[in-house]
């Protein structure tokens, strides 16, 4: 009897006040043709004053369990993947769990960057298939809005703040997640960084004054990285399922850049009508991207029972990730 991890309830969270191009045209030297033909993106959501990484995540994680029809009280584990946590400790999970008033739950963050989430889902697909009644919520959330330096036009227009969340459980038969292929590459490190305000780099002046509380990127070199490594891990994570491409019902991929997706796309032969795009609502919100557009692709009903969905994604470290599931 196979016994899979299935996700039972999905959710998302982005703050209310949204940025568009133009908005950004106001503040910095760029365009909205720029932006739009570059990267694909039209608006982003950006935190308010006071609003948290956190509190984005409890949003998404709500609207994860009210769909799952669960109660906090049954959750077993909380995995909250990140890159931008309200403090270095507590983690995120920890604050979610309060907030939730999830009491038999453990938590913890998973550092992945834009993986984060995908690598969640991986460590809540071996729990779940050692105890299957066990209920995991993978959040992905992020505030990055904090973490980028708005003088800065080749980042800045990029990235953006969401959450999105899964509740995972375990049940008898073919849905579930089939396939998790988890991969990364430290030796190319500095093409994607926030240098500080680790223990490596503590808050100083010297530091501010060099950004390095900022995220910096290679973006050319992050592109090309990033195309090779989405289309290799899709291919690894469709072949370990015993599935073909031409099966995939649908693609979510990372949304860092439509470009990227496109290139994507078309390496892997897919029609357009297959690849799931919202990067033009959101831009890039890193660990958010995936679980924000399965939420969406879910909520519209774009996921059927029974569908074969590929998630794949890549981000700093280098960590790159793919995961299939029957829906
Ligand atoms: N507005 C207007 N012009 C801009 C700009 C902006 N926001 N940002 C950069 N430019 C300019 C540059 O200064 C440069 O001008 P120059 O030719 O006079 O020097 C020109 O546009 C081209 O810059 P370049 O960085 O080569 O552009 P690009 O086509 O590589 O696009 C990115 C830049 C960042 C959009 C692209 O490299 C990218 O998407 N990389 C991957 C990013 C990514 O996915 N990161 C996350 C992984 S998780």
């Given at each position: 009897m196979t016994i899979r991890a299935k996700i039972v309830g999905t959710g998302s969270c982005v703050p209310e006040k949204v940025l568009t191009n133009k908005d950004l045209e106001k503040i910095i030297d760029t365009s909205d043709e720029w932006i739009t033909t570059r990267t694909g993106i039209k608006e982003r959501h950006i935190v308010e004053q006071g609003e948290n990484n956190s509190d984005l995540a409890v949003g998404a994680a709500r609207a994860a369990l009210k769909m799952a029809t669960?109660?906090?009280?049954?959750?077993?584990l909380i995995i909250v993947g990140t890159l931008s946590p309200d403090m270095p400790m507590p983690s995120v999970a920890c604050l979610v769990q309060q907030a939730l008033g999830a009491k038999k739950a453990g938590a913890m963050d998973v550092s992945a960057t834009c993986s984060g989430f995908l690598y969640g889902l991986s460590i809540a697909d071996k729990f779940v298939r050692s105890e299957p009644d066990m209920k995991v919520l993978v959040i992905g959330s992020e505030v990055l809005s904090r973490r980028t330096n708005w003088r800065d036009r080749t980042t800045c227009v990029l990235f953006a703040d969401g959450a999105g969340a899964a509740v995972v459980t375990g049940g008898e038969g073919?849905?579930?997640?089939?396939s998790t292929c988890l991969h990364a590459d430290g030796t190319l490190w500095e093409l994607l960084t926030i240098r500080g305000l680790g223990t490596a780099h503590p808050v100083d002046a010297s530091i501010l004054e060099k950004g390095w509380q900022y995220i910096e990127m290679q973006g050319r070199d992050v592109f090309k990285h990033a195309v090779k490594a989405l289309e290799s891990v899709a291919l690894e994570a469709v072949d370990a399922s015993g599935w073909s491409m031409e099966e995939i019902d649908l693609l979510i991929a990372h949304q860092a850049n439509i470009r990227i997706l496109e290139h994507l796309r078309e390496r892997l032969s897919l029609p357009r009508d297959k690849v799931f795009i919202n990067i033009h609502k959101y831009g890039n919100t890193s660990a958010a991207s995936i679980p924000i557009a399965l939420d969406e692709a879910n909520r519209q009903g774009r996921?059927?029972?029974g569908d074969k969905v590929l998630l794949v994604s890549f981000g700093g470290g280098f960590t790159w990730a793919g995961v299939t599931m029957s829906w």
């Open positions: 669960i109660s906090p009280d049954d959750l077993g073919e849905r579930g997640i089939v996921l059927m029972a």
